[in-house]
């Protein structure tokens, strides 16, 4: 089975940056499809980016240039370093793996098996 267990999160002014943490434990490398989403309030579920098992990353077009997804394997953790962030970043996000999706990349990824609890992510103007 499959644990999430996200930290990091907060407030910071437009501009600033915040790291996400996700910290795994329960799986495998292989074939595994990790990500993170987001849900601002009012709006549905967002991929903000994703990473295969072979270490190839996607970005939804509004964060591409801005925010980094990588994993350290020695510490089972996922990471989404946020930079330059804007208000409109404000949401809560999940990470989120999955062995069986067919299409490890945003905006196709859908369907996540297992998930992280959220983090509130706030930026003021």
């Known amino acids: 089975q499959v644990q999430l267990v996200q930290s990091g999160g907060g407030s910071v002014q437009s501009g600033g940056s915040l790291r996400l943490s996700c910290a795994a434990s329960?799986?495998?490398?292989?074939?595994?499809?990790m990500a993170w989403f987001r849900q601002a309030p009012g709006k549905e579920l967002e991929g903000v980016a994703s990473?295969?098992?072979?270490?190839?990353?996607t970005y939804a077009d509004s964060v591409k240039g801005r925010f980094t997804i990588s994993q350290d394997n020695a510490k089972n953790t996922l990471y989404l370093q946020m930079n330059n962030m804007k208000p409109e970043d404000t949401a809560m996000y999940y990470c989120?793996?999955?062995?069986?999706?067919?299409?490890?990349?945003?905006?196709?990824?859908?369907?996540?098996?297992?998930w992280g609890e959220g983090a509130l992510v706030t930026i003021s103007s």
């Open positions: 989120a793996a999955d062995y069986t999706v067919d299409d490890c990349s945003i905006p196709n990824l859908y369907g996540m098996d297992y």
């Open positions: 329960g799986y495998t490398y292989s074939n595994i499809c």
């Open positions: 990473l295969d098992s072979e270490g190839s990353t």
